[in-house]
């Protein structure tokens, strides 16, 4: 049985004196190929939501869709996409920390404050920031980010998935599964491919 995420945290901030809080989340970080995708959504304070947030990953694709939509008619929402070019360049650690303070950025509002799954937010006052292991599944602000995110990104992977018809993108969205490596090693890596992952064991 699922539990579904809690505004306990939003709430207590809320309730001293903090109003616009932004949750955040990302989803591609150990994709083998594309974009890493981060999401911020920020509730209105004291919100009651009217449907069950979960983590993205124990969703159904169908599940998601509808709850992002859901999400963004309610809340701000702020996308940060950082591609393979940066990522092959700075790594996944440091892109995925830019794709954070991107989707910040791109809100709507000015945040007060932010919840992040499991990471701090790099060169940002940690006084106002709190990480949450496991926060994507007890958490609704950072459980609604990584909802919208996943959306996000699998539409992007479908659009890279007609430029690379090979390689199946459409289904595993970059990810390592046995249907990719076989992929690889048939027609290689190709130019989403991060080259800063080492994918070189399938090409010997």
């Known amino acids: 049985m699922k539990i579904a995420a809690n505004f306990e945290n939003e709430s207590r901030l809320w309730e001293a004196g903090r109003r616009l809080i932004a949750g ?3 989803v591609g970080r150990g994709s083998w190929a594309g974009p890493v995708v981060a999401a911020a959504v920020v509730f209105p304070p004291f ?3 009217p449907f069950d947030l979960f983590d993205s990953k124990l969703l159904l694709p169908k599940q998601r869709e509808e709850l992002s939509e ?4 309610v809340a701000f929402v702020g996308i940060g996409v950082v591609g393979v070019p940066t990522i092959n360049k700075i ?4 892109a995925t920390q830019k794709a954070f303070r991107v989707a910040v950025r791109a809100l709507d509002c000015e945040s007060e404050y932010y919840l ?3 990471f701090y937010i790099r060169y940002w ?3 106002n920031q ?3 292991k496991k926060g994507d599944r007890t958490c609704a602000s950072i459980a609604a980010a990584s909802i919208v995110a996943k959306v996000y990104r699998d539409n992007l992977m479908r659009g890279l998935a007609s430029k690379y018809p090979k390689y199946g993108f459409d ?3 970059g990810y390592g599964t046995a249907i990719h490596q076989e992929a690889i090693r048939k027609y290689k890596l190709s130019g989403i491919h991060r080259k800063s992952f080492n994918l070189k064991f399938l090409l010997s």
Do not use: S, V
């Not at 859901?70 to 008619?73: N, V």
């Open 24 to 26: 955040i989340d990302e």
């Open 47 to 49: 919100f009651k939501a």
């Open 70 to 73: 859901k999400i963004k008619k």
């Open 91 to 94: 790594g996944i650690g440091q």
């Open 116 to 118: 992040i799954d499991a």
């Open 125 to 127: 006052l940690r006084d």
């Open 130 to 132: 709190l990480p949450i």
């Open 171 to 173: 289904t595993h969205k």
